[in-house]
């Protein structure tokens, strides 16, 4: 829909070609994949990028956010050019965002239920970036990293016991079908256990 509308408006000046799940570059390469023009513009998750990007990862902390439009404004007032953030991370990168999507706040789903807090001592916890590690491991579990398209098969081999992830992506998100349902038993919610955000950044400033 944007891209269509970004073409309507410009006349067509501006056009898109998308491509999607992973076909130019995988989710943890796309920031590169953009700074050496593979791409021209390019959806991250900021948290893949902990060593490049560690600041941006702050939204991971559990409890800062209630809903994603708070999430996403906050973000977006943070690291807009001549904020501090841009000038310390995306400056640096030589990237300028465009856009932020902030998803809703991650909950907790498991293979058997979490109950009380000795029930997350050793569980293995699907995070996405450094934060999410913090927090798991603040509760007794051992954070595990995982990119979002390798989710199931580590949920369903044992690799995790569980995973940190928004309600709207246990079937499917974004036209990635995640099926967590199926290996997935049991929710933990009531808290939001931080969130994650995509920008979509492209080269020059």
Do not use: N, W
């Not at 994949?33 to 990028?49: M, N």
């Not at 990007?53 to 708070?70: D, H, K, N, V």
């Not at 309600?167 to 349902?181: D, E, K, S, T």
Request: glycine share 10%.
């Amino acid at each position: 829909m944007f891209m269509d509308e970004m073409a309507e408006r410009t006349g067509g000046k501006v056009q898109f070609q998308y491509f999607s799940s992973e076909q130019l570059a995988k989710s943890t390469e796309l920031l590169s994949a953009t700074q050496l023009g593979v791409v021209d513009v390019g959806e991250i998750v900021p948290s893949y990028f902990a060593d490049k990007l560690p600041a941006s990862g702050i939204l991971e902390m559990p409890g800062l956010a209630e809903s994603s439009c708070a999430a996403g404004a906050a973000f977006r007032a943070i690291s807009e050019p001549g904020t501090p953030l841009y000038d310390s991370e995306y400056k640096p990168a030589g990237v300028r965002i465009l856009s932020y999507i902030a998803y809703p706040s991650y909950s907790f789903h498991s293979m058997r239920p979490i109950r009380s807090i000795d029930d997350f001592k050793g569980v293995k916890v699907r995070v996405s970036g450094p934060g999410m590690e913090i927090a798991v491991a603040k509760l007794g579990g051992v954070g595990v990293k995982v990119p979002s398209t390798e989710i199931y098969d580590a949920v369903a081999r044992g690799t995790v016991d569980a995973t940190l992830q928004g309600y709207q992506a246990i079937v499917h998100h974004y036209g990635l079908h995640y099926g967590l349902h199926e290996v997935v038993k049991h929710s933990l919610t009531g808290y939001p256990f931080g969130q994650s955000v995509s920008t979509s950044p492209k080269i020059g400033q």
